[in-house]
């Protein structure tokens, strides 16, 4: 676990949707620099994939909540607490993979967004090729990690999971 993360607590575990998410869990915690409360969403789909989303909890009502910024100067202990959670469902999961959008802030394309450079840069730094293959499409803003190992079991892995997504997302054609 990283050290420069704040605490957070697993809150529940809701239903999936028919969209292809089987289940979400939801966590949350607290920064101590700016008191916000911040809820992180884990979303389970096919093939342990996971994808990890996060917003200010004041934010859950906005359709913007993952485009808005709170200007709090904090990101990376935010992000490092993201990384967390993901390294918790990493050890109940030996052969998940995990995926984020870089989502365009207010009058920002979606093409290589200030978050997914700021995003991906993190992930890049903590996970290495021994466990996970970083795969980014800058044009979408999307990060994958593949877990080596599941991977290894399923060489269409990769192919899968963007026909997966592709199928279910316009977002993704």
């Given at each position: 676990?990283?050290?420069?993360?704040?605490?957070?607590?697993?809150?529940?575990?809701?239903?999936?949707?028919?969209?292809?998410?089987?289940?979400?869990?939801?966590?949350?915690?607290k920064?101590?620099?700016?008191h916000?409360?911040?809820?992180?969403?884990?979303?389970?789909?096919t093939?342990?994939?996971?994808?990890?989303?996060?917003?200010?909890?004041?934010?859950?009502?906005?359709?913007d909540?993952?485009?808005?910024?709170?200007n709090?100067f904090e990101?990376?202990?935010?992000?490092?607490?993201c990384i967390?959670v993901m390294?918790?469902v990493?050890?109940?999961d030996?052969?998940a993979?995990?995926g984020?959008?870089?989502?365009?802030?207010?009058?920002?394309d979606i093409r290589?967004?200030?978050?997914f450079?700021f995003?991906s840069h993190?992930v890049?730094?903590?996970?290495?090729?021994t466990?996970?293959?970083?795969?980014?499409?800058?044009?979408?803003?999307?990060?994958?990690?593949?877990?080596?190992?599941?991977?290894?079991?399923n060489p269409?892995?990769?192919s899968d999971i963007?026909?997966f997504?592709?199928?279910?997302?316009?977002?993704?054609d």
């Amino acid at each position: 676990m990283l050290q420069d993360a704040y605490p957070f607590t697993f809150v529940q575990r809701e239903q999936g949707d028919n969209e292809g998410i089987e289940y979400i869990d939801l966590y949350h915690f607290k920064s101590t620099k700016s008191h916000l409360w911040y809820i992180v969403r884990v979303e389970y789909y096919t093939c342990h994939i996971y994808g990890v989303k996060f917003y200010p909890k004041n934010f859950r009502l906005s359709p913007d909540k993952y485009r808005l910024m709170t200007n709090t100067f904090e990101p990376r202990r935010i992000i490092n607490t993201c990384i967390n959670v993901m390294l918790q469902v990493y050890d109940k999961d030996s052969k998940a993979s995990f995926g984020f959008i870089g989502a365009n802030g207010i009058n920002e394309d979606i093409r290589y967004t200030r978050r997914f450079r700021f995003y991906s840069h993190i992930v890049a730094t903590y996970f290495d090729n021994t466990r996970f293959t970083h795969k980014e499409n800058t044009d979408k803003s999307t990060y994958m990690l593949i877990n080596n190992k599941a991977w290894d079991e399923n060489p269409h892995l990769v192919s899968d999971i963007e026909n997966f997504f592709a199928e279910r997302y316009d977002y993704f054609d």
